[in-house]
C-alpha cells in the first residue's frame, strides 16, 4: 500500500505524483449555454469521495455537457457560457488564478470514442500526460508509472511484450482500457466517463466496468451510462437528467442507486428506468 503524501505544488519541478486522497466534487447551481440556448439549469450535484456516480437520462438532456463542465472542457467551445461553481474538495475549479493545466490534472476524462494517440506507441500514450503536467520523470520511473498503470486498466498481460508497438493496434476496448492508463498516469483524484463502453462489445464492457470497481479504491468516478444494468453494477450514487419539452437540462432526482432504480421517487424516473422512453 502506499502512503498519501502532500501533494507537490510546483508542476513545473514536480516528479512523478504519488497517489493523492480521493476526492469529493461538487457542481453548484451549474446553468449553461452554447450561444443562446440554454442547455443546462441550475444543476447541483455532489459526489462523494470513493463514490461511483453515474448520470443517466435520454441523449441531449446535458449529461456530457455536466461532465465537461467538471473538467473545464466547455469552456473550450467559443460558444460555450455558463454560470455556477465546480469545488474540488472545496476548491473551486475555476477560481481564475489557477492555471487550467493545474485544474485538470486532477480530474482525469475517458470518452465515449476510444481515442489513444494511434501513431504513439503503447508505453507513450501512458506517459503522454507527463509532458502536459510537465512532470519530470526517470526512465525507470516511467517505466513503473507505465506498468502499474497498465495493470490497473486491465491491459498489462495483454500489452507488457509490446510496448513499442503502436496504440492503434489494439481492438477497441484495449484502446479504451489504454486511455484509462493515460489518464491515471497524472493520478488524478477523479475520473470522468462519458459513455465509456458505448461503442464497445459487452466482454469488453465486463472488462471497464471490473477495472472500474477496482480503482473506485482511489480515485471518485462519475460515469455517463445509457446502460441501466451498468449504472446499478458500478455505481452507488445516480442522477437522473432530464430536458423535458424545449426545457434546459436539470437533475430530476439523484440519490443511491438501488432506490433510483426500485423505489424511485418522481414517476418520470420511474418511467426512463423502466425502459418507457
Ligand atoms: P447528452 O450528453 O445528455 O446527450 P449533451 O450535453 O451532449 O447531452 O447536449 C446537451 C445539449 O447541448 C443538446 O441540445 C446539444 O445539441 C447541445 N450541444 C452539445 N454540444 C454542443 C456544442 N458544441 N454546440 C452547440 N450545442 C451543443
Ligand atoms: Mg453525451
Redesign the pocket.
Known amino acids: 500500500l502506499r502512503t498519501p503524501r502532500a501533494p507537490r505544488r510546483s508542476a513545473a519541478t514536480a516528479a512523478v505524483p504519488v497517489a493523492e486522497p480521493l476526492a469529493a466534487l461538487e457542481g453548484r447551481n451549474i446553468s449553461a449555454w ?2 443562446d ?1 440554454q ?2 439549469d441550475r444543476v447541483s450535484l455532489t459526489m462523494p469521495a470513493g463514490v461511483v456516480t453515474s448520470l443517466i ?12 463542465i467538471l473538467n473545464r472542457m466547455h469552456e473550450l ?1 467559443p ?2 457560457s455558463l454560470a455556477g461553481e465546480v469545488l474540488l474538495d472545496g476548491e473551486d475549479i475555476y477560481d481564475p488564478s489557477r492555471k487550467l493545466v493545474e485544474a485538470r490534472k486532477h480530474i482525469g476524462m475517458v470518452f465515449q470514442k476510444p481515442n489513444p494517440f494511434p501513431a504513439q506507441s503503447i508505453y507513450d500514450n501512458v506517459i503522454a500526460g507527463l509532458k502536459l503536467t510537465g512532470t519530470r520523470a526517470s526512465r525507470d520511473e516511467k517505466d513503473e508509472l507505465v506498468e502499474s498503470c497498465l495493470i490497473k486498466a486491465g491491459l498489462w498481460k495483454e500489452v507488457k511484450d509490446r510496448l513499442r508497438a503502436p496504440g492503434a493496434g489494439l481492438s477497441g476496448g484495449q484502446q479504451q482500457r489504454l486511455c484509462i492508463a493515460r489518464s491515471l498516469a497524472v493520478k488524478p483524484r477523479v475520473l470522468l466517463m ?1 459513455e465509456p463502453c458505448s461503442a464497445l462489445d459487452p466482454t469488453s464492457t465486463r472488462v471497464i466496468e471490473e477495472t472500474m470497481l477496482e480503482l473506485a479504491h482511489e480515485v471518485t468516478i462519475v460515469i ?1 451510462t445509457h446502460n441501466m444494468q451498468q449504472a446499478q453494477r458500478v455505481s452507488q450514487q445516480c442522477a437522473f ?1 432530464l ?1 423535458a419539452q424545449g426545457t434546459p ?1 436539470a437533475i430530476v432526482e439523484h440519490g443511491d442507486t438501488e432506490a433510483m432504480f426500485h423505489d424511485p421517487v418522481d414517476p418520470r424516473t420511474f418511467d426512463y428506468v423502466n425502459g418507457r422512453f
Open positions: 452554447f450561444g440556448h442547455v443546462l437520462g435520454p441523449s441531449g438532456c446535458g449529461k456530457s455537457t455536466f461532465l465537461r467551445v460558444s460555450a462519458d455517463v437528467f430536458a437540462g
